[in-house]
Every structure is written in structure tokens, then in C-alpha cells.
């Protein structure tokens, strides 16, 4: 027979499960709606606040998101996550500054435990430097949230930001093209597909899949 804490334990992840995906599906309201309930209950103060945070900052209400922000660093104003949500919301803001003067230091004392949250702060700092003009800081930045990516999704999509950025700083060929390699060795684990038959008369086919052909970068693959 369970006890009372292990119950409501099992409810509070419940409960975050739920809002993240309102969350993923941009059901800001429900998401909302269930985050505040979970700041009110036993032990889900803090993953409330943070997950109210988050709504507040994908559904663009910054005035909202900063008091909840600040509500949640007073909780708890040494948790790395506390002060990455607040950094975001001073990103939303465009006080690049201020979100490297506030996560820098936080990022020297990530614990093992606080791992996961690495890779979203060296992403941000990333952002910012590239703002702010810095390309040698800004690559930096990316290639440590590729390394600190828990999964192929993510490490391949830190790993594409961080070759992006290479093409603003004068570097040789061959280190351009060793830092390509490491991107094909993200999938190294993966079967490659393989084609039954081949007809060397016929034509090349190329072809591009993109949700967005008009503003999204693919497209310039297609002209290219």
C-alpha cells in the first residue's frame, strides 16, 4: 500500500507530464492552468513555478514570465535552472548582456545531477554571443551544448548550429572540413539506407523535405 508522499509524488509527475505536453501541442491555456495547480501543491512549488516560467516564455508574455521568474528565484536562487529560465526571460527582453553576466558563472558549478541543464544554458550563451557579434565565443558555446546533448535529436541539432556559426570565422579548409566529419559521426550508430538498384545512365534525383520552403534555410539548397 502506497503512502501519502509516494501518492503525491506519483501525482505531481503526473501533473508535469501533462503540462509539457499542452506545452508541446501550444495548449498554453491547459498548460497554464495545470502549472499553477502544481505550484500549489505538496513538493511541486518549484517544478510549477518553472514550468509556469516556460509557458509564460513559449506563449511571448514577458511581464507575466518575469514575476514568475523571480518568484521562482526567490524559492530557490542558487538552482541552475531557476537562473536559466530567469536568463531567458532577459533574453526575450534582448539583454544579451545580462544573460551572459547571470549564466557564465552559473554554468562553472553544473553538478552531474544538473547535467541535462548544460546543454540549454551553452545553447543560450550561444545565441547571445552570436547577437552580439562574437563568432569565436558563440561557436564555442554551441559545439559545448552538442557535446552536453543527452540525445542524436539534440546533439545534431546543437552540432548544425555550431557548423553554422564556423562559416563566420577564417579557418582552413581541412578544419572546416574534419569539424563536417564530426556531424556525420552523430550517426554512426545508424544504419545507413541503401539502395537495391542502381542505374548509372539514369539522372541524379535529389530531393528536399522541409516544412518550409519560403524562409526556412533548405530553400537555399534548392537554388543552390
Known amino acids: 500500500m502506497q503512502n501519502n508522499e509516494e501518492v503525491i509524488g506519483s501525482e505531481n509527475e503526473v501533473l508535469q507530464q501533462q503540462i509539457c505536453a499542452a506545452l508541446m501541442a501550444g495548449d498554453f491555456l491547459t498548460a497554464e492552468t495545470k502549472a499553477k495547480n502544481l505550484s500549489i501543491m505538496h513538493d511541486g512549488r518549484f517544478a510549477g513555478l518553472a514550468l509556469l516560467t516556460s509557458v509564460y516564455i513559449e506563449s511571448r508574455q514577458q511581464e507575466k514570465a518575469e514575476k514568475v521568474a523571480a518568484e521562482l528565484l526567490r524559492e530557490n536562487p542558487r538552482h541552475v535552472y531557476a537562473i536559466y529560465l530567469k536568463a531567458r526571460v532577459e533574453f526575450m527582453a534582448g539583454e544579451h548582456a545580462s544573460v551572459i553576466e547571470r549564466l557564465t558563472p552559473a554554468l562553472q558549478r553544473v553538478s552531474a545531477k ?31 551544448a552538442a557535446d552536453a546533448a543527452d540525445n542524436t535529436a539534440l546533439k545534431a541539432t ?13 579557418l582552413s579548409e581541412e578544419k572546416i572540413y574534419h569539424s563536417h566529419c564530426g556531424y556525420n559521426r552523430i550517426f554512426s ?14 539522372k541524379i534525383r535529389l530531393g528536399y523535405i522541409s516544412p518550409d520552403f519560403r524562409e526556412h534555410v533548405v530553400l537555399r539548397f534548392v537554388y543552390a
Do not use: V
Not at 550563451?125 to 558555446?141: I, N, V, W
Not at 552540432?159 to 564556423?166: A, G, K
Not at 545508424?190 to 539514369?202: E, G, L, S, T, V
Open 158 to 170: 546543437e552540432y548544425s548550429n555550431y557548423l553554422f556559426n564556423l562559416h563566420y570565422l577564417f
Open 114 to 144: 544538473e547535467r541535462p541543464y548544460k546543454e540549454k544554458i551553452c545553447n543560450l550563451l550561444g545565441q547571445c554571443y552570436r547577437f552580439l557579434g562574437d563568432s569565436e565565443k558563440s561557436t564555442a558555446y554551441y559545439r559545448q
Open 189 to 202: 550508430k545508424i544504419r545507413p539506407f541503401m539502395h537495391r538498384q542502381r542505374n548509372c545512365r539514369q
